[in-house]
C-alpha cells in the first residue's frame, strides 16, 4: 500500500429521483469519480446501536452506499492521525469511496436497521481483509 490518508476518502452526492410508485436511487457509474473496477455488490444489514468492524481492506477499493436507513461509518488509519465520522442514508444519499488500507467500522442509526451496499472493486477474499476488536481502538459510540 501506498501513502494513503482520510483525506483520500471520496465522497459523492447520489442522484435520488422521485418517480411514481417509489423513487428511482443511484448508487455507481462506470464514469463515476472513485469507480476503479467491479468485483462483486453485496449487502451488510446493521440493526439500531450495532457497531461491526475494525477491519482493513488490503487491496479492495469499497464504493459504500445506504438506501435505507442511516449509518455512521468511522475511519482511521491506526495511528495518532485521529478519526473520520460520515453519516449516510436515505435523508444524507452519498456515497463513499475508500480506498484500501484503512481501517473503519460501521454502526446502524435507526431502529429497526439500516441497509448497506458495498460496491467492491475485487471479488471476497477471506485472507484479503484484516480485523480487530472493537476495543482495539479508542472511541466512543454514544
Excluded at 55 to 69: A, D, E, F, I
Aim: hydrophobic share 40%; charged share 20%.
Amino acid at each position: 500500500m501506498g501513502e494513503i490518508s482520510l483525506d483520500d476518502i471520496l465522497i459523492a452526492p447520489l442522484a435520488c429521483i422521485p418517480t411514481a410508485g417509489g423513487n428511482v436511487l443511484h448508487a455507481l457509474k462506470q464514469d463515476d469519480i472513485g469507480y476503479s473496477s467491479f468485483g462483486e455488490a453485496y449487502f451488510s444489514w446493521v440493526e439500531i446501536g450495532v457497531v461491526k468492524g475494525w477491519k482493513r481492506h488490503t487491496q479492495m477499493t469499497m464504493n459504500l452506499v445506504v438506501p435505507v436507513g442511516n449509518v455512521r461509518f468511522v475511519f482511521c488509519m491506526g495511528n495518532a492521525e485521529g478519526y473520520r465520522t460520515e453519516e449516510i442514508g436515505i435523508d444524507r444519499y452519498m456515497r463513499l469511496t475508500v480506498p484500501p488500507g484503512i481501517w473503519f467500522s460501521f454502526q446502524g442509526r435507526v431502529d429497526p436497521k439500516s441497509l448497506v451496499l458495498n460496491i467492491a472493486s475485487i471479488q471476497h477474499d477471506p485472507n484479503e481483509a484484516q480485523r480487530l476488536e472493537l476495543s482495539e481502538f479508542e472511541y466512543d459510540w454514544s
